[in-house]
């Protein structure tokens, strides 16, 4: 064996020393304060749980050359303590493994450990368990909520100081956090509030983590906590004492979603020019939520009726892949910012208003060295903005800006990053083949539950979470003789959600679930009864369990004391509400997990007549996973409701059957103020129809995938679906250098469109001006076709003499990858 060679040892040695070289992190009224040095930081939230482990170093790279110094990532407390005192830190909620692969990229970690993180995750990252525990009343003054609060997080802070991860250490770590935005609710926890929120400091402080502990959205933040800001917009932002700096720490990159909405969207002009303006008003640490949103794989999505999907229209989609022109317009706005970093964390400031909502701001050390942003806020007018001697077209609701106070190297709405259309295509030859097996439930349709009780039982209390699913059963006797009425009565469900189904006698006679805005409903449908004994079987499913609000942890599910009465003849009354009730939680083949590959071959699956529109059954089939590095989707339009496993695997809850509304998808325009119904697409489309396929979940040979689907669906509709690169799309202007990419290992095809003069429309939709150089097709072309990438420097002569040299010139091409 030949050791290693001594070059190889030095490299090594140096490699080590660099990445677990100590670093002193304090701060002061201006910034956070790296090794001495005040620092401006641009940070990224990936949630380590909602990729897989082997999607982490691909996300963090990309996060990297977008110009992102931290990786910001909550801890969620139920994914790790399922059951108390057993934790799971394997696969993706292996945190630790994330931090280093963090560290590996040279990037740094701001861990969020809350661990009340609300974060659309299952109850706001509460273990349900805790809710059970005798006498517990969480997120205020309870010893005995206080007491698990503490175990958890200083087991926590114990993991990453065993693998020395703080930075005082060597670790990347540089900024932790407790509690989560308490200070939106804190009023309603009236005193005791106020003393929780002084006891999560004083706790805070003596796990001795030695780098700032952050407080997000909480004014009243005691010494030492920093308050930081969450929202879309925070340049109004004030920190509580003048000697912490201003963060900003959640900068919505768009929007989560929930089943029966629209696909929400933030314009990229809009996101640069909110971070600009809170870097222009002093902001020195701001993080994007989310740099990449992901998956809520398994039963992890909050709720009630979130989306599998926590795409949040990230820089990086849910997938992984690089949304353009979002990630290149954010990476631009990051180098500018950057060349400012010393004169925005040491200058000093001064802003002049130029009238007409025009403004410039100037940071400056001394006469040589000043930086400047040239904001104009006016929302309908593009202004000339005059200074020092020059002129700079600043268009409407953006800033310009000029890190030598000279040269605009960058403005928030002049994109010149391409566009990426990303395109769904079928995998070829992926005729599913199906296989099928109803739910048995011989033991609850006839009343037949594991235990009872006098009244109706609340739903998470009852079933901790363990299962969507609680039957509750009961039953009614007709006298014989009963008047006809009787025959023919409505039962009618009060319940607190999210989904009901009913059966009387073994048949289903309904459905129903809350719409939006509520997650409490009353059901009530006409059920046929007979003399003598009649079975009366509610089966409730929650759909994600509440993770916003205050108390929200109180929110109840279920039929929850009900009343359930059958109603007759207009008035006549059969309450059953005082009955006793029979129970049962889960599924049948969920509990006999039905969707591992393993377990599913001693059934007999049917092969014949595949069941349409049918409630309550398990689809199985096999398919190859194509060659390639492009993203899998299962494309699940015509199913129902339901849950999908990939080799045993979950791939989250599916609803396609949820449409979202068909109105409220008005055109969208940057230049007004952002809220989170605004630039919606897809009304009137399902709220989810593709399922991210994780690469990891599959293997070369056949892949199994089971469905279990609720409510009736069409499985010979559903299809395996790879996401690539379509269209691409670049407008920029002359004087520009022009860069396109197929991101990734395809190559330029064919160029649809290339014009260089006046140009109109946008991508999909470009149409020639009133005048264009002749050559501007051919160069593009000549650049392009056959290669991954190509740049062209749009310059006049590059494109032949054209008439309309007295205009501003743009370039505009589309292409296909
Ligand atoms: C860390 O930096 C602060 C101020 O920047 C300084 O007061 C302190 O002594 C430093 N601590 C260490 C351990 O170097
Ligand atoms: C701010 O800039 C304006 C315009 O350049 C100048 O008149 C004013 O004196 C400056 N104020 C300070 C405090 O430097
Ligand atoms: C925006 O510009 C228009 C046209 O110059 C002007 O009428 C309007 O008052 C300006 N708005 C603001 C907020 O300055
Ligand atoms: C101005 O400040 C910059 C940055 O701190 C420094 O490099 C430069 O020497 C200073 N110039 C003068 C004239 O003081
Ligand atoms: C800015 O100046 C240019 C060149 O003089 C002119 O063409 C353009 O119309 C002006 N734009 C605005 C908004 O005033
Ligand atoms: C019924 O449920 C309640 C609430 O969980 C519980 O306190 C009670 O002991 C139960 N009754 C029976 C008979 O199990
Ligand atoms: C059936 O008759 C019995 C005895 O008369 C009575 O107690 C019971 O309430 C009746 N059931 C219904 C559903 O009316
Ligand atoms: C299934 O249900 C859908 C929606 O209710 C309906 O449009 C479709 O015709 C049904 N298909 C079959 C085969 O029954
Ligand atoms: C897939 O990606 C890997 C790593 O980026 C690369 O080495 C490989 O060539 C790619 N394969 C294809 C088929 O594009
Ligand atoms: C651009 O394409 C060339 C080959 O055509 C390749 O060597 C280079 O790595 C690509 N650059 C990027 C940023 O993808
Ligand atoms: C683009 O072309 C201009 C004019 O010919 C030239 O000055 C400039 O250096 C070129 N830029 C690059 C990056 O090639
Ligand atoms: C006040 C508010 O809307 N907060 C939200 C901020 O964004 C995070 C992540 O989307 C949510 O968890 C909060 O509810």
Same mark, same amino acid.
């Given at each position: 064996m030949v050791g290693p060679s001594r070059a190889l040892l030095l490299v090594i040695a140096i490699a080590c020393c660099l990445s677990s070289s100590a670093m002193n992190v304090t701060y002061d009224g201006r910034a956070i304060i790296i090794d001495g040095q005040r620092r401006v930081l641009i940070s990224g939230s990936i949630h380590?749980?909602?990729?897989t482990a082997e999607m982490w170093p691909d996300l963090i790279q990309k996060a990297k050359e977008g110009g992102v110094d931290a990786i910001d990532t909550y801890i969620f407390w139920n994914a790790h303590e399922?059951? &108390?005192g057993e934790y799971n830190f394997e696969g993706n909620l292996n945190f630790i493994k994330f931090i280093k692969i963090v560290q590996d990229a040279g990037l740094y970690v701001v861990l969020r450990?809350?661990?009340?993180?609300?974060?659309?995750?299952n109850y706001g990252g509460f273990p349900v368990w805790l809710h059970q525990i005798p006498g517990i009343e969480l997120r205020t003054n309870n010893d005995i909520f206080k007491a698990e609060m503490q175990t958890f997080t200083t087991l926590i802070v114990s993991m990453i100081k065993k693998e020395k991860l703080l930075a005082p250490e060597g670790?990347?770590?540089?900024i932790t956090q407790i509690e989560n935005e308490y200070g939106n609710f804190i009023k309603k926890y009236g005193d005791s509030g106020k003393k929780y929120i002084q006891w999560c400091a004083d706790m805070a402080k003596s796990l001795n983590v030695n780098v700032p502990w952050i407080m997000c959205q909480?004014?009243?933040?005691?010494?030492p906590m920093i308050n930081t800001c969450n929202g879309f917009?925070?340049?109004?932002f004030k920190p509580n004492?003048?000697?912490?700096p201003k963060m900003w720490?959640?900068?919505?990159?768009g929007w989560f979603k929930g089943w029966g909405e629209s696909q929400p969207h933030r314009p990229v002009e809009d996101v640069a020019y909110a971070v600009a303006n809170f870097f222009a008003s002093g902001g020195t640490f701001q993080n994007y939520y989310m740099y990449h949103g992901g998956t809520n794989f398994g039963?992890?999505?909050?709720?009630?009726?979130?989306?599998?999907?926590?795409?949040? !229209?990230? +820089?990086? !989609? @849910?997938?992984g892949n690089i949304r353009q022109p979002k990630w290149g317009h954010l990476k631009q706005l990051h180098s500018a910012i950057k060349m400012m970093e010393k004169i925005l964390t040491y200058g000093e400031v001064n802003t002049t208003q130029l009238g007409n909502a025009l403004a410039v701001t100037k940071f400056s050390i001394n006469e040589t060295s000043s930086g400047c942003f040239l904001t104009n806020? %006016?929302?309908s007018n593009d202004a000339n903005a005059t200074y020092n001697g020059n002129t700079y077209l600043v268009p409407s609701r953006s800033i310009s800006i000029l890190p030598d106070c000279?040269?605009?190297?960058? %403005?928030?709405?002049?994109?010149t990053t391409q566009t990426s259309l990303m395109v769904n295509k079928p995998v070829k030859s992926t005729k599913l083949s199906w296989k099928w097996h109803s739910e048995i439930m011989e033991d609850t349709l006839n009343g037949k539950g594991s235990f009872s009780n006098e009244s109706l039982l609340e739903q998470i209390m009852t079933t901790g979470d363990a299962s969507d699913y609680l039957w509750y059963m009961t039953s009614v006797t007709l006298n014989k003789s =009963?008047?006809?009425?009787r025959k023919k009565m409505n039962l009618r469900v009060k319940t607190k959600g999210h989904i009901l189904h009913a059966y009387v006698n073994n048949r289903l006679i309904g459905s129903g679930y809350a719409t939006k805005g509520s997650y409490k409903f009353d059901f009530e449908q006409e059920a046929e009864l007979r003399d003598g004994h009649n079975f009366i079987t509610l089966l409730s499913a929650t759909d994600g369990l509440a993770n916003y609000g205050?108390?929200? !942890?109180?929110q109840k599910a279920g039929i929850?004391?009900? +009343?359930v009465e059958l109603i007759g003849n207009g008035k006549e009354k059969i309450d059953l509400t005082k009955n006793k009730w029979s129970y049962k939680i889960g599924l049948n083949g969920e509990m006999s997990k039905i969707y591992l590959p393993s377990a599913s071959h001693g059934l007999n699956w %049917? =092969?014949?007549?595949?069941?349409?529109?049918? =409630?309550?059954t398990w689809y199985k089939t096999t398919f190859e996973v194509p060659d390639g590095n492009d993203s899998l989707v299962l494309d699940l339009q015509g199913m129902g409701k339901g849950h999908a496993w990939v080799n045993g695997q979950s791939i989250g809850r599916y609803w396609p059957s949820f449409l979202a509304a068909d109105s409220g998808c008005e055109p969208c325009d940057y230049r007004q103020k952002y809220d989170?119904?605004?630039?919606?697409? @897809?009304?009137?489309? +399902?709220?989810?129809r593709w399922y991210h396929v994780p690469k990891?979940?599959?293997?070369?040979g056949p892949n199994t995938l089971i469905l279990f689907e609720e409510v009736g669906g069409d499985p010979s509709q559903v299809s395996l679906q790879t996401v690539t690169i379509g269209t691409v799309c670049a407008n920029v202007v002359e004087g520009s250098i022009l860069e396109l990419s197929c991101q990734g290992s395809r190559s330029f095809s064919k160029i649809q469109f290339a014009s260089f003069g006046n140009p109109e429309g946008s991508c999909g939709s470009f149409k020639k001006g009133s005048c264009e150089a002749p050559d501007a097709l051919a160069v593009v072309k000549k650049a392009c076709?056959? &290669?991954?990438n190509c740049s062209i420097n749009?310059?006049? %002569?590059a494109f032949g003499p054209s008439e309309c040299s007295d205009l501003s010139r743009r370039l505009a091409v589309q292409a296909i990858c």
């Open positions: 380590y749980a909602r990729s399922p059951s &108390r450990i809350g661990p009340y993180v609300c974060a659309e995750w670790g990347p770590v540089i909480q004014a009243d933040a005691p010494s917009y925070c340049h109004k004492r003048p000697s912490i720490t959640e900068n919505w990159t039963r992890t999505s909050g709720g009630p009726y979130l989306t599998t999907s926590y795409d949040y !229209d990230a +820089p990086l !989609d @849910e997938y806020a %006016n929302q000279e040269k605009e190297v960058y %403005n928030t709405a002049k994109v =009963s008047t006809s009425w205050a108390f929200f !942890d109180l929850d004391g009900g +009343p %049917n =092969s014949d007549r595949l069941p349409i529109n049918k =409630s309550m989170s119904d605004k630039c919606r697409t @897809e009304c009137g489309m +399902p709220s989810q990891s979940f599959t293997t070369k076709i056959g &290669r991954s749009v310059t006049a %002569n």
